[in-house]
Each structure stands twice: as structure tokens, then as C-alpha cells.
């Protein structure tokens, strides 16, 4: 059951249907979470189409904001928070990606975005890396709200190290080719300054725990496999080794 529920293929639902989470409307959001979230409101010159974005960085600062108020306007006991914390983190996938939540209200012209992520990415430094998962419902035609979560990678994929480390801001761009209504400047463009970020809660621990279990028992099957396929070749030249050991006895005796 939990396997199903944090597949990433719904990560989205689960993020957005059993989360509850109000980042949707400014007023609903504490000044801490504010400071990660971007807006952009544009039209085109003919009046043709206008444009609302909303983009969230999940920041360690509005995670832990967002646990707060979640847990204040629950009225939540410490278990029930350390709960939600290790869902939040672990729908987030924080260990492994970065996220953002894209909120996007097209009226007039619909936006065409497919394939969107070929229309988004993520400099950090002078890097570019384009999304290692995102909300397939942005391919579609969009008239009207369509928000959804669009996942980065949190490792080089070729050095393998943390593309944040070291790094002052991020920049996430999103091109303005795919709609009528411009950003002026060329591509859309939001920056957040990494720097000003506080370091990731661990709340009473039990979250990162759950957590760091949940990653270890991920390394253990990964090992696992890894010792299966090196039993497998070392059973072919066992095997291999044999039969030559025999060949060799074989002409030997002649």
C-alpha cells in the first residue's frame, strides 16, 4: 500500500490531494514561506492571451514553515507533525531532487507547453539541468489553472555531487516561446538566493530517521542485486574454470 502511494507517478495526487497544502493563495502563507515563492503576470500586446505564473521553491525554510502551519492550524500533537514532516519530506523527495511547485492561469489563447520539459530548466552556476520528473499534465493544452510539481536533479548526473553545494542562488527559466504572452526581457526567469536558506529541521528526529531508513534499506536492496549479479558471473566462470580444469586432467592422462 505505501509502495503505491509514494510511486512517483502519483506523487502529485498525494502531494496535492493528502497534503493539503496552502501554497496556492498569498494571503494563506506565513512570511517565511512567501520569501521562496515567485510571480509573474504578463499579457500579450493584442490582449490575446494573458498569463499568471506562481512558482514555489521548496526551500528548507518553507518546509519547515509549512510543517508549522500545518501542524498549528491542526492543532497537532508531536507525533502527528514528525508524521507529516517524514511525508512531506519524503513526497518531496528531497534527498535526491529539487523541487518546484508551478502554478500556471492561462485565459484567452490556450498554451500549448508539450513536451514541457524541454520549455523548463535550472541554472545553478553556469550548469543547465532539466527536470528528472514533472507533472505529465503540463504536455497538455492549457485554458484556464493547471499547477503541478516539476523535480530537478539534486546530483550532477555525470560527477555525481551536490549541484547546490557551494552555490549562492538558482535560477529557473522557463521559455516564452510556447506562449503569446511575453516576458519582455526574453524567457521567463525567477531567482532565489540560496544563501539566505536555513538549514534543513530535523524536527525531534524521528522524520529523518524514518528517512534515513528508508535509504538504507533502498542502498541494501540496490547491494543486494549487485551481490546477486556478481554470484551469477562468478557461478559462469566457476563453471568455465571447471570444465578447463577438466580439459587439462583430460589431455594429461593421454
Avoid at 502519483?10 to 493539503?20: H, S, Y
Avoid at 502551519?69 to 491542526?74: D, T, V
Avoid at 543486494?224 to 566457476?238: F, H, P
Amino acid at each position: 500500500m505505501l509502495k503505491n502511494i509514494f510511486c512517483r507517478k502519483t506523487v502529485w495526487l498525494l502531494f496535492f490531494c493528502l497534503l493539503t497544502l496552502p501554497a496556492f493563495a498569498a494571503e494563506k502563507t506565513s512570511p517565511a514561506m512567501e520569501r521562496w515563492v515567485r510571480r509573474s503576470n504578463v499579457s500579450d500586446r493584442e490582449g490575446t492571451q494573458d498569463l499568471k505564473l506562481k512558482v514555489t521553491y521548496y526551500a528548507n525554510e518553507y518546509v519547515e514553515a509549512l510543517v508549522n502551519s500545518e501542524a498549528e492550524k491542526n492543532l497537532w500533537t508531536q507525533d502527528e507533525m514528525e508524521n507529516y514532516r517524514y511525508t512531506l519530506l519524503k513526497t518531496l523527495n528531497l534527498q535526491e531532487s529539487i523541487p518546484f511547485h508551478i502554478d500556471l492561469y492561462v485565459t484567452g489563447v490556450p498554451m500549448y507547453p508539450a513536451p514541457f520539459d524541454k520549455h523548463i530548466y535550472l541554472m545553478i552556476g553556469k550548469k543547465r539541468y532539466t527536470p528528472s520528473d514533472y507533472d505529465k499534465r503540463f504536455n497538455f493544452k492549457i485554458s484556464g489553472g493547471r499547477d503541478g510539481m516539476v523535480f530537478f536533479p539534486r546530483y550532477d548526473p555525470k560527477t555525481g555531487a551536490d549541484v547546490l553545494k557551494g552555490a549562492k542562488d538558482i535560477r529557473l527559466f522557463f521559455d516564452d516561446a510556447i506562449t503569446y504572452a511575453k516576458a519582455g526581457r526574453g524567457d521567463f526567469m525567477w531567482v532565489w538566493d540560496i544563501t539566505k536558506d536555513k538549514p534543513a529541521s530535523a524536527g525531534d528526529g524521528k522524520a529523518a530517521a524514518r528517512l534515513e531508513i528508508d535509504r538504507l534499506l533502498r542502498r541494501m536492496d540496490k547491494l543486494d542485486k549487485e551481490r546477486q549479479d556478481l554470484k551469477e558471473k562468478l557461478d559462469v566462470i566457476d563453471k568455465e574454470l571447471s570444465e578447463i580444469n577438466s580439459r587439462v586432467d583430460e589431455l594429461q592422462t593421454r
